[in-house]
């Protein structure tokens, strides 16, 4: 079946970075975009952004521009999403999902999603 | 930038009642790609409903979606204990804040 498993939960002090991986399988990987949203506690859904698993492009929401880099690696149908110079307001679940766009970002859905990666940003 | 706001924020029912929650968009969106989801508690979310009103794999006829323009609705027509959750809609990179479905 179609399955995302995401890495583990991690916790991070102020201005750290976080790596989180999500590898797909069940499906032909290169079919299908990667889309990254997250979650703070109690809050509701926020997309980060798009990764394309056939050219490499790319498209972050303003709000993580400069500050989250999302990649793909087709070897091993695994996604990756960076998050750097972390704030205490980063404490969120992140969530990976397929996405329909593929090549050039547009409008979309999401599914499946990954079952989620809490990072707890810390001092 | 499109804002998607739903109501009621939080829609008390009863398991066998008619649910009717709504997704207004702050300005026009192409219906072939307003999508709802479903979230229980300390899970992922599921798709429900794409392009306005198809169903995702595996979803039940009891899920309707509909809609055009600024205005669309998710229905479930006969609620079931499962379908208590968080609901969502979505189009592009915007989603609505979540209309609560709880048991009256």
Redesign the interface.
Known sequence: QVQLVQSGAEVRKPGASVKVSCKASGYTFTNYGISW?RQAPGQ????MGWSSTKNGKTNY?QKFQGRVTMTTDTSTSTAYMELRSLRSDDTAVY?CARDIVVMVYA??????????TLVTVSS | EIVLTQSPGTLSLSPGERATLSCRASQSVSSRYLAWYQQKPGQAPRLLIYATSSRATGIPDRFSGSGSGTDFTLTISRLEPEDFAVYYCQQGGTFGQGTKLEIK
């Open positions: 949203v509701g859904l926020e997309w929401a969530y409008d979309n859905w999401f599914d499946p999603w990954g079952q989620g």
